[in-house]
């Protein structure tokens, strides 16, 4: 019996991870985590190459790009915190994996196809992007096309993390339903960049917007850019799940708060965890809460 319900979830969770990776990229990432212990390592990987090589003999390369793409990245991420690595070391070693891989592939792909990539880029983004953006008075658009089509790497790389983001999320619900233990405890209140992080959020800020007849700086220093502080945004996210906690704030509110923190405030909310650096906000807190509990 418990073999046949183990079998119907593995089940539903391919299907979940078919629909939700076609629908959003990074959704598919979540049922995958599942698969990785429902089926086991040998059967995942074996079986989500054997998907892979049928997608591609089926006319489908882009869904099995995508497919082995979100494979590796799931499943390097388990192996590598099966020995006993935090989330953090074990999400930059997968994402660093698969974005190289990535983006191997689409230079060996572009020149065997001899498309030339800005061009590329720049008549996809004229054709399918611009035309949604606002536009001013004379009718040009507010937006360079250019500035766009450099910043396309971090956008790779953020999807990646995204994607490990929401695993690490819903990982304990989903392994409950599927009533395997949870091995790995880490939560989102304890995410913590290491103190060296700083200076890549310092040093990207100033290549990002220094004068240079150097191109190449300021297009490295916008993608760093955008990768920091997108890691720096999780540090500010963890700062505010550990204050609610602390206050014991009531979903409704923790929900109110999570939604306006990612949908509103992203650059106050990076601001918050750059700060943690030098404040250490959660130690405060913990101090805090300790000298109210011994004067009472």
Do not use: C
């Amino acid at each position: 019996m418990i073999i046949t319900i183990s079998k119907t979830k593995s089940a539903l969770l391919i299907v979940w991870t078919f629909l939700l990776a076609s629908l959003t990229f990074s959704l598919g990432a979540i049922p995958l985590n599942g698969l990785y212990r429902s089926m086991g390592r040998l059967y995942y990987w074996l079986f989500w190459l054997a998907v892979a090589g049928a997608l591609f003999s089926l006319g489908f390369p882009a869904m099995a790009i995508g497919m082995s793409t979100l494979t590796l990245l799931v499943g390097i991420f388990n192996e590598v915190r099966r020995h006993g690595y935090t989330n953090l070391t074990a999400g930059f070693i997968s994402v660093s994996f698969s974005s190289t891989l990535s983006f191997v592939g689409a230079f060996f792909w572009a020149k065997w196809n001899q498309i030339k990539w800005y061009p590329f880029f720049e008549k996809y983004i004229s054709e399918n992007v611009l035309k949604y953006l606002p536009q001013t008075e004379g009718g040009s658009f507010n937006f360079d096309v250019k500035q766009i089509i450099v910043q396309i790497p971090s956008a790779v790389v953020i999807v990646f993390i995204l994607s490990l983001f929401l695993t690490i999320i819903f990982e304990k619900k989903l392994l409950t339903w599927l009533k395997s233990p949870v091995l790995y405890k880490e939560t989102l209140q304890a995410f913590r960049l290491p103190d060296s992080s700083i200076w890549i959020f310092i040093s990207s800020l100033l290549m990002a917007f220094i004068k240079s007849d150097a191109l190449w700086v300021n297009a490295v220093g916008l993608n760093l850019l955008n990768i920091i502080s997108l890691m720096y945004f999780f540090q500010g996210l963890a700062v505010i799940s550990f204050y609610l906690r602390m206050t014991k704030a009531t979903p409704f509110w923790s929900s109110l708060i999570y939604i306006l923190a990612i949908l509103q405030l992203f650059i106050a909310v990076v601001f918050l965890g750059v700060m943690d650096y030098w404040f250490d906000f959660r130690r405060k807190m913990i101090k805090k809460a300790a000298e109210i509990k011994t004067h009472k």
